[in-house]
């Protein structure tokens, strides 16, 4: 079964789903930032926010555990199947203790009280989350599935949107949108999970849910104290200020939080990869894709982050309209977490998870959570959003810093910090091509594209003047990868 997966197909059809993913959102959000106002959007985004809690506990680190326990046993169809069914039981059993957690707070919320009807919406996928098996797939590396299913899912939302998405009062079928795009993702999933496993070869005496709780409980306690810094913000804000302040923090964090998920789009397929080979002892194979990780996500990453600074005057107006103008400064401080959070991601699910590490990784999470706590504190009432943005970007810093920290007795690979600095010099370089041009073509939306096209013309042409591996080397892969995922899909077809 693993020889038969390729990683060019993983990383393109990865990279295919993660364009999607920010792709869609521009499509959709341009429009819906201007329908429903920051008011309407702050309300919606603050439910999500709320929920995510208790999706938290409903999961119970069950995806990221799964991804890791499936990749280890895929070539053993028992192994695998009894592992699914002890993993599905057990999210169940928490999809309901967390449903019932989350009834008692629409009780005891006077927020949540005072539209009932957005937060149940909200809430609604997690009911679906067990049938997914998501983790199952992804530790299988069935990602030419995944893009598919995320293409069609998507496709259908964005059609629902301009359809039924026309007032300011319509913020409730937007957040229920955003509810069907995972939901259906969970019942697609139901028709292939049933190819890969055999539940009828398991043998129920036989299983043992508990053993998986001590595992899943050190990374969901991970997760719950990420949470804090990526939710508390968002939270904190609409209990302190108001849904307009949620409203402008938000718009920031999305724009943001899209470009990390492409930058770090090749870390996801390289997780059940790297955890094979750290089960079957392959240490060799494993440091050399740990150190082609480093090189990409810093090739990618610097540039993306410098980009975004320079061009969000501009970029922000042109998604959300002139009303979320206020949230320009917010993108450009935030604009730094795409560095942070890329080399952040590497060290803790590149380097430490794969070797079994969770707890390092709890340890790094928690310096983070308190860190975000304090700041919140101090800076939302005084600064608001932008206090929250400052928050974030010094929480994302302090997280790196103690994983590389952490983990330098398991980083038993070359370091590329030649070209790392060379990718950051670069990025430097190509800001000031993109503002020189910006003061001379001004900051209207049409010229959007000549600022990007310009600075990623000016990044692609110096490092392919320096011969850069690491470009060459997503050239190849590239161009190996649509070959190899036109011909998967077809015979998918």
């Known amino acids: 079964m693993h020889k038969g997966k390729s990683l060019s197909i993983n990383i393109t059809a990865n990279l295919i789903t993660q364009v999607s993913i920010a792709l869609f959102p521009l499509i959709t959000f341009p ?24 999706v938290m506990f409903a ?23 009894t592992l699914a069914v002890e993993l599905f039981a057990l999210n169940t059993i928490m999809t309901v203790v967390a449903a019932a957690a989350f009834s008692v707070f629409m009780v005891l919320s006077e927020k949540a009280r005072s539209d009932p009807a957005l ?35 998507r496709i259908c939302i964005v059609v629902a949107v301009f359809l039924f998405v026309r007032t300011q009062d319509d913020f409730r079928i937007y957040a229920l949108m955003a509810a069907l795009n995972t939901a259906g993702a969970s019942l697609l999933n139901l028709a292939i999970v049933r190819k890969r496993i055999s539940v009828q070869s398991v043998d129920w005496r036989e299983l043992h849910l508990w053993r998986h709780v001590k595992p899943v409980l ?25 849904d307009t302040e949620v409203g402008f923090y938000s718009v920031a964090d999305r724009v943001v939080k899209v470009l990390v998920m492409l930058v770090t789009s090749m870390g996801v397929v390289l997780v059940p990869r790297t955890s094979y ?24 990453s610097f540039p993306t982050a410098v980009g975004l600074i ?7 107006p042109l998604l959300s309209g002139h009303a979320f103008k206020p949230a320009v400064p917010l993108v450009q401080i935030m604009g730094l977490n795409v560095v942070m959070i890329a080399l952040g991601n590497f060290m803790g699910y590149q380097v430490l998870y794969p070797q079994g590490r969770e707890k390092l990784l709890l340890y790094s999470a928690v310096c983070g959570a308190l860190c975000n706590f304090a700041l919140n504190c101090l800076l939302i009432p005084r600064w608001h959003a932008l206090g929250a943005a400052f928050s974030t970007l010094a929480t994302e810093t302090c997280v790196t810093g103690v994983r590389i920290m952490l983990s330098g007795a398991y980083s038993d690979f070359a370091w590329p910090l030649r070209s790392m600095f060379r990718y950051g010099l670069v990025a430097m370089s190509m800001a000031v091509v993109v503002l020189s041009l910006r003061s001379l073509l001004g900051e209207t939306a049409l010229c959007l594209p000549v600022y990007i096209g310009a600075g990623a013309a000016f990044y692609v042409g110096v490092m392919w003047m320096l011969r850069d591996r690491m470009l060459v080397d997503i050239r190849t892969r590239l161009m190996a990868g649509v070959t190899a995922v036109t ?3 077809n015979a998918v077809l």
């Open 218 to 242: 050190i990374i969901f306690s991970l997760g719950g104290v990420v949470s804090i810094y990526t939710s508390l913000n968002t939270v904190m804000l609409g209990y302190m200020t108001t």
């Open 487 to 489: 011909r998967a899909t």
């Open 59 to 81: 999961t119970l680190g069950i995806p990221l555990y799964g991804v890791r326990q499936s990749a280890r046993c895929r070539d053993d169809k028992l192994a695998l199947s």
């Open 31 to 54: 429009y819906v930032s201007r329908v429903l106002r920051p008011e309407g959007l702050g309300r919606v985004n603050f439910a999500e926010a709320v929920v995510r809690y208790f």
């Open 119 to 153: 937060f149940w919406i909200c809430a609604f996928p997690m009911l679906l989350m067990p049938i997914g098996l998501n983790w199952l797939l992804e530790g299988l590396e069935e990602y030419v599935y995944i893009t598919m299913r995320t293409l069609a899912v």
């Open 277 to 300: 080979y750290v089960q079957h002892k392959r240490l060799g194979e494993y440091r050399r894709l740990a150190t082609i990780a480093l090189r990409f996500v810093s090739f990618i």
């Open 310 to 316: 320079v061009v969000a005057s501009v970029l922000v």
